[in-house]
């Protein structure tokens, strides 16, 4: 045997090792990793500093969050061109917000979607909140979590950014019994997904039910409409609404009415039918009744764009999700991008529990007691196909 040839091979194997190592190492300090960066975006009209939090990755995906609401203010997604561009409807300036917003991209509470009239009891002790839709409360009040500001914390890590934000409402702000303290976390990870995480506890028994409120436009033009959008809804059933969009409290079939969206179905294919459940929504702002409820968390909904071939695949833990067409964008909100947002130029689904849950004992509960924790966990996922 060759000592010297085997002392050479035995080198040079030693050598390929710790030049692959050295650099599989680098590679794996050079992976597509989630940044946070932290701006100033602003005084609020009562003189409160706003920050803005930017989380990104190295593919491509931003978003960007405000402490003023929660609000996410944009949101960028690959289209099959491997092309980042915004798809959250929202606005550049904080004046803006607080003028006059349709919830563009808020967190929502103390709860979210309506309350019949603004009553409700617990425990045979009623209580009553602001009327700020029509004849009944919608979303939190007349300051709801929409318009409040959050303290922030960021934590990152090798592969995930988060952003905690936290806010505590005392007892009876807008109404509500107990003081609140509750907490939301957005994480971003690598894979262009975002986790939507919701903690809450109280110290009086209250009602809570939370939710995210972003308004989406997969062709990233806001000037287009969404119809053309291919949505899917893990539903058999859904809350047929009164006039003034508090559910009757019957769950109704989704076969063989436009509400069917099982298989993807174009939002525009039957969003003028003839049906009074449309009339009264104006098109779509009903909440769909989820299947596999037991299950946690798992697949509730998709949106798929087929020009951009922008993905939106949404899963959750939640019992129900609002779908709501942009009815109500007329034309009269000023666009990021020039121009104003027109007629069902965007489209939100919301996970979260009944409307009017409080006052229909046949719904999921949404009251809190003290020594519990609420929590809910909700996930965006985009991809393109």
């Not at 505590?168 to 995480?197: A, C, F, H, R």
């Not at 809570?208 to 119809?227: G, K, W």
Request: net charge negative; proline share 4%.
């Amino acid at each position: 045997m060759n000592w010297n040839h085997f002392k050479i091979n035995y080198l040079s194997v030693f050598i390929i090792v710790f030049f692959c190592s050295i650099i599989s190492c680098t590679n794996t300090k050079n992976m597509a990793t989630v940044t946070i960066e932290k701006k100033p975006f602003g005084q609020t009209a009562n003189g409160d500093e706003v920050d803005q939090f930017i989380l990104s990755t190295k593919k491509g995906m931003e978003i960007s969050v405000i402490t003023y609401g929660g609000i996410i203010t944009s949101w960028t997604a690959a289209d099959k061109n491997g092309d980042y561009r915004d798809i959250a409807l929202g606005y550049n300036t904080l004046a803006e917000y607080e003028a006059e917003t349709p919830y563009f991209g808020a967190l929502i509470g103390r709860y979210g979607n309506r309350i019949a009239k603004g009553k409700f009891s617990i425990d045979g002790e009623a209580y009553t909140l602001a009327v700020n839709n029509g004849e009944n409360h919608l979303h939190g009040g007349l300051k709801g979590f929409d318009k409040v500001v959050w303290d922030a914390k960021t934590i990152v890590n090798d592969s995930t950014a988060s952003l905690e934000l936290s806010y505590l409402s005392i007892d009876m702000e807008e109404g509500y019994p107990g003081n609140l303290q509750t907490k939301v976390t957005y994480t971003l990870n690598n894979n262009d997904e975002l986790s939507v995480k919701y903690e809450a506890k109280t110290d009086k028994p209250t009602i809570v039910n939370l939710t995210q409120h972003s308004y989406f436009n997969l062709t990233a033009d806001f000037n287009q409409p969404v119809l053309d959008h291919e949505l899917v809804i893990k539903a058999d059933s859904f809350l047929p609404v009164d006039s003034t969009l508090i559910p009757t409290g019957e769950f109704r079939n989704v076969a063989e009415t436009p509400f069917d969206f099982r298989s993807p179905k174009a939002i525009g294919k039957q969003i003028n039918a003839e049906n009074i459940q449309i009339k009264n929504g104006l098109g779509y702002d009903h909440c769909w009744v989820l299947n596999d409820q037991e299950k946690g968390v798992r697949f509730v909904a998709s949106a798929y764009e087929p020009v951009s071939g922008r993905l939106l695949e949404i899963f959750s833990d939640e019992p129900g999700i609002q779908f709501y067409s942009g009815n109500f964008l007329d034309g009269t909100l000023p666009s990021k991008n020039q121009g104003t947002y027109q007629h069902r130029t965007g489209f939100c689904l919301e996970t979260q529990h009944f409307p009017n849950a409080p006052n229909e004992p046949s719904f999921p509960t949404t009251i809190l007691k003290p020594g519990e924790t609420f929590t809910s966990e909700t996930w965006f996922q985009f991809s393109v196909k």
